[in-house]
């Protein structure tokens, strides 16, 4: 139970950050005090402990738990690999959809292919805006990610020509893929790959600092 004196007490100094503690009652404290405007916590403790204790308690969503330093490190490691695939995707992917250049796109997807390659700095990138605990920011890279990952699927769909099973009662194989049906899902993959590196990008440059230049997105 909260006494009314550590209460009291937190009120009184109003610019102390959370400090950890293994005081279990003044960690509760500063949780308190941090995310709850004053003048309703001295309401509640005019009411007692009780209207206290039935307050709801929302704190804000934290994007990122890592120092400075640590994000310089991780910007000058990864983010010029992240736009070198986003480069990759704009201009050179770009192109070899428009020509529908089968070959050179599954060679893309493949194990260390271009777009493969993309994956690694992506991942290295969001995880660094984490420390003890996954934070928000991270997730919401990582969700961006996944939407790529389902782009580059209907790129390989796209790239071998083939879908479903042929046949007799669909026996016999996959069918060969209509050509202009072939290149619209190339498109359609192309443009919500753009989508995805967008997001991920736009989450990335949110509250990334003065230190930082924003990363550019594709047009």
């Known amino acids: 139970m909260i006494s009314m004196a550590l209460l009291a007490a937190a009120l009184l100094e109003p610019t102390k950050l959370p400090t950890r503690e293994n005081s279990m009652s003044r960690g509760a404290v500063n949780t308190i005090t941090h995310t709850l405007p004053r003048r309703q916590l001295l309401n509640a403790l005019i009411g007692g402990t009780g209207a206290l204790l039935a307050m709801e308690v929302n704190p804000s969503p934290v994007w990122a738990e890592t120092s400075l330093a640590t994000r310089q490190q991780a910007y000058s490691r990864y983010v010029p690999r992240v736009e070198r695939g986003r480069d990759y995707w704009q201009n050179g992917l770009r192109k ?25 700095p992506m991942e290295l990138w969001a995880s660094s805006w984490s420390s003890k605990t996954i934070s928000d920011k991270t997730i919401a890279m990582n969700g961006a990610l996944d939407e790529l990952r389902e782009a580059c699927r209907g790129l390989k769909v796209a790239s071998e020509g083939k879908e479903g099973g042929g046949g007799f009662f669909g026996f016999g194989g996959p069918k060969v893929m209509d050509p202009s049906k072939r290149a619209q899902l190339a498109q359609a993959a192309y443009a919500k790959g753009v989508q995805a590196i967008n997001k991920y990008l736009e989450i990335g440059n949110d509250g990334i600092g003065l230190q930082f230049a924003p990363i550019d997105l594709i047009d």
Request: avoid cysteine; proline fraction near 0%.
């Open 96 to 120: 070899l959809v428009a020509t529908q250049n089968w070959k050179e796109i599954s060679a893309a997807l493949e194990k260390k292919g271009s777009i493969d390659r993309m994956f690694g």
